[in-house]
């Protein structure tokens, strides 16, 4: 059972009770995910119990382009209980939007799941990810420091080994955590380790025609350097995303030049920012300050209601966003985007304080659209 109008109804009522409160801060976390998302290691009930253990009052989880928690939510009324943080149903979609030059998410809480526009977001999108694994598997053809290693040691990489590897996971959606953990399990097996990718793809970078590109890479890979030099990640599949996906540096920017293999896609047939208009309020997640007169133009369209102030942007980034939203009286929100229970977002707790002023605006346009 999904969320329905008698629980978009039950949660507001909750909210209109902690308001009444007046309090000067609640403490709100409306980017969360779960098992549910390919690369969340948390289940829903470890992520509840873990922010009603932190005294959150409001969270949301938002899973990549699912609403399967609620499920779990609604049918074992994970919801209800005096010492349950308020739980604003959430989805965080991917969407296409060129002008933000690279991918773009969006988070969308208080739709209705009986809604069939709703559904149908979630169905294209699923066909686009399916989209993205041929597009992949052409990149790593295309790709020199993989080739590099394939002709050494004869190895195959194929799109039916792929989804033979995901479904023996568990998995469903074809995504970045998964892609890059069958590729190193294939090249663990000859003893190549992260930094053995990483030292191939800046010696192969450096033979890139297309300047802008490669410079792009070159900080790319500086980054993640500088990052992991003193840590021990020659085993963490997870750290070859940067290395093999750069993030925003998609080949098909570069038309003229031939294909470096990057296996960041930017565009793969993933529903178009607009079509989040109806139903539910949408928020722009963990904005590109880079790119942030982009709200400008989604907030004339009626396509976002406002902005997410993320834990893991960096303060003066989440400043400028902040700042942005006050002078186009945009909605303000706050979320970890935390996917494992282990990890560090609830290190600083203060950075989830949500004014009076801001729930309450958050809570009036909830019911103006709901």
Known sequence: MQPDKKFINYQITKLEQLLLKKRSFYRVDLHLHTNYSVDGLQTVEQAIENANKMRFDIISIADHDTISAYDEIVDRKLYRGEDVPIIIPGVEFTVSYPAYEGRCHVLKYFYDANDQRILNLISENRAAFNNRVNIWFKRIEENKCLNFYTNMFDITFSVDDYWKFIKKKGETVPDYPTIVEYIYSQLCKHGISIWDVYNKAVAFNELDPCITRKLKKISALKRFYDKYSDKEISTNYRKLKPILAPLGIDD??????????????NEYGQIPILKLINSGINVL???DIKKLNCIDELLEVSCIAGVEINWHNQQYANNLVYQKAKDVS?????????HSYKSDEYDDLEFYDMSYEELRAFVWRIKQYC
């Open 285 to 287: 997640a963990h904005p």
């Open 252 to 265: 098909d920017d570069f038309p003229e030049y031939e294909s470096s293999g990057s296996l960041s896609v």
């Open 330 to 338: 945009a909605l303000i929100t706050r979320g970890s985007d935390k």
